[in-house]
Nanobody, 121 residues
Framework: QVQLVESGGGLVQPGGSLRLSCAAS????????MGWYRQAPGKKRESVAV???????NYTDSVKGRFTISRDNAKNTVYLQMNSLKPEDTAVYFC???????????????WGQGTQVTVSS
């Protein structure tokens, strides 16, 4: 059973920083990609940042230059360093891990429980 455990969320003032961590366990394979999604009240869940097992990263435009995603493949852990936080970053942040398996390249997604990030003065 794959489990993703998130930590690091909290309340921070605008301009502040937080570092989110997500530790994955229970997989016999390195995840092809890990990333962070977020969902604000009344909004759909959106992708924030993704990193492949080769270290290639993608960010949504609104966080470029402020957020940095990284991973430790040996620990199956992904991090999101969030700097210069804005009120619009307020959301529940979810960790995602994806596996591509089998002859048909089936994608399997796993999700954490979410951690609340609130940016407010």
């Amino acid at each position: 059973q794959v489990q993703l455990v998130e930590s690091g969320g909290g309340l921070v003032q605008p301009g502040g920083s937080l570092r989110l961590s997500c530790a994955a366990s229970g997989s016999s394979f390195s995840f092809n990609a890990m990333g962070w999604y977020r969902q604000a009240p009344g909004k759909k869940r959106e992708s924030v940042a993704v990193i492949t097992n080769n270290g290639i990263t993608n960010y949504t435009d609104s966080v470029k230059g402020r957020f940095t995603i990284s991973r430790d493949n040996a620990k199956n852990t992904v991090y999101l360093q969030m700097n210069s936080l804005k009120p619009e970053d307020t959301a529940v942040y979810f960790c995602n891990a994806a596996l591509i398996r089998g002859w048909n390249l089936k994608r399997i997604d796993y999700w954490g429980q979410g951690t609340q990030v609130t940016v407010s003065s």
